[in-house]
Nanobody
Framework: QVQLVESGGGSVQPGGSLRLSCAAS????????MAWFRQAPGKEREVVAT???????????DYADSVKGRFTISRDNNKNTVYLQMNSLKPEDTAVYYC????????????WGQGTQVTVSS
């Protein structure tokens, strides 16, 4: 049974920071690509950041243009956890953020967390 549990969401003022965590269980974590998606009210879900293995312990990270330079995705394979460090937050970052896992990115993401709310407002 695969389970992804997000935490770290909350309310923050513009320019502030939050760090999201996603704890995974029931999968061989190091071999899975991990991603953060978000969905704002009235909008479709979009990918925010991904991190996947290239070789051995070398991983590649990719980001949506809207968050480049502000967000950082990372993973700790010893803790089976993926993180999303969000800095310089903007109101348009407000959304429910979801963690996802895939054992073959070309086939899409197989497992999803419940989501955690991030609200950026004055």
């Amino acid at each position: 049974q695969v389970q992804l549990v997000e935490s770290g969401g909350g309310s923050v003022q513009p320019g502030g920071s939050l760090r999201l965590s996603c704890a995974a269980s029931g999968l061989t974590f190091s071999s899975y690509a991990m991603a953060w998606f978000r969905q704002a009210p009235g909008k479709e879900r979009e990918v925010v950041a991904t991190i996947k293995r290239r070789i051995a312990n070398l991983y590649d990270a990719d980001y949506a243009d809207s968050v480049k330079g502000r967000f950082t995705i990372s993973r700790d394979n010893n803790k089976n956890t993926v993180y999303l460090q969000m800095n310089s937050l903007k109101p348009e970052d407000t959304a429910v953020y979801y963690c996802a896992a895939s054992n073959h990115v070309a086939s899409g993401y197989d497992y999803w967390g419940q989501g955690t709310q991030v609200t950026v407002s004055s």
